[in-house]
């Protein structure tokens, strides 16, 4: 950081539409309190105005988030926290940005397009993994919790049937840890399932009309598939997600891998922190990663803690678990190399 940048700086703002300026500073000024924590400038609401204190480039860093989103506002767009984040790790990552314009500068994150809404990518992994998408016919989504992972993969699964790139959307995983023992749950197969693909129906309802969801269930467009129930199958004209993929096994991995038909997507999700698998059997997720990582065709695409997009205390909570995992793993490595 140059002596400028880091010299103390005032910036000024002021917002033409004040119900917009209202959601652009958040409830109680949540969204002006994040950017506070986050770019470690002070910044005061008066009305429509804001004044930011602080370091300089931190100052402009600031401006930019409030003005990027007061843009998207002004374009009919929704705000959410993990928007206003995504904006400010952006900023950060842009340097020195004093002759910013929101309305010139071209978005640098990509982005879905759905009939609801577009998605946008909120972090450099998202827009990596995104990108990946769009380029490749296998996709692996590997890393912590809260980062977006299955939540793009079904955006991205959206698109492509409602611009009738694929005739349906399958959605798999592991269900009752890795045993697939769903003949000892009660209900027919969709209330055995459903537990275990909640948090798909429920990417689903945020990117679709819930009408619509309904009736792709029912007309199969959108088709829920225990792992288990996918041998035998080859898919075409379909985008088939696995989520949970670290719980599968060997077998099951390249059983569902070899459903792949033609014209069809395939994205695998999972996070290897998670494993639930019994002890001494290895995820068939991390071996495929292994094998899979450099074949054309195919992309593996990493997310860490710094990429968490849920409430911040996640992204806290994941370092911290991975710190300790860190540590063991160095302690259990002395520990062998002291006995030898």
């Known amino acids: 950081m140059t002596p400028e940048s880091g010299a103390p700086a005032q910036i000024v703002l002021a917002f033409d539409d004040n119900r917009l300026a209202s959601l652009l500073f958040g409830h109680y000024g949540q969204n002006l309190a994040l950017i506070e924590r986050r770019l470690d400038v002070v910044a005061e609401q ?87 998408l769009k380029r490749h016919t296998l996709v692996f989504g590997v890393g912590p919790a809260g980062t977006g992972k299955t939540w793009l993969a079904v955006a991205y699964a959206v698109h492509l049937l409602e611009r009738r790139a694929v005739d349906r959307i399958i959605l798999s995983r592991p269900a009752v840890e890795a045993g697939e023992r769903l003949g000892f749950l009660p209900g027919d197969m969709k209330e055995k399932v459903d537990p275990y693909l909640r948090p798909i129906y429920d990417a689903l309802h945020d990117l679709m009309d819930k009408a619509f969801v309904e009736r792709a269930l029912t007309s199969g467009e959108i088709e829920i598939a225990p792992l288990a129930f996918m041998r035998g199958r080859t898919l075409a004209n379909a985008c088939v997600i696995l989520d949970e993929a670290q719980n599968t096994t060997t077998m099951q991995m390249k059983m569902f891998l070899t459903r792949l038909g033609e014209n069809s997507h395939m994205i695998v999700t999972g996070d290897p922190s998670q494993i639930d698998l019994p002890p001494g059997q290895k995820s068939g997720l991390a071996e495929a990663i292994d094998l899979l990582g450099n074949v054309e065709g195919i992309e593996v695409c990493h997310f860490h803690a710094a990429d968490v997009v849920r409430h911040e205390l996640v992204g806290r909570i994941v370092a911290a678990y991975d710190k300790q995992g860190q540590t063991g793993a160095q302690s259990g490595a002395q520990a062998v190399s002291a006995k030898s």
């Open 46 to 132: 008066r009305g429509n105005h804001v004044t930011i204190e602080g370091a300089r480039e931190a100052c402009d860093q600031a401006r930019h988030v409030l003005e990027t989103l007061y843009a998207r506002l002004k374009k009919g767009g929704e705000l959410a926290t993990g928007d206003v984040e995504g904006v400010i790790r952006e900023a950060a990552s842009q340097g020195f940005l004093f002759d910013f314009d929101p309305a010139a500068r071209k978005q640098s994150f990509d982005e879905i397009q759905l009939r609801r809404r577009p998605v946008r990518a909120r972090t450099a992994a998202q827009d990596a993994y995104i990108r990946a």
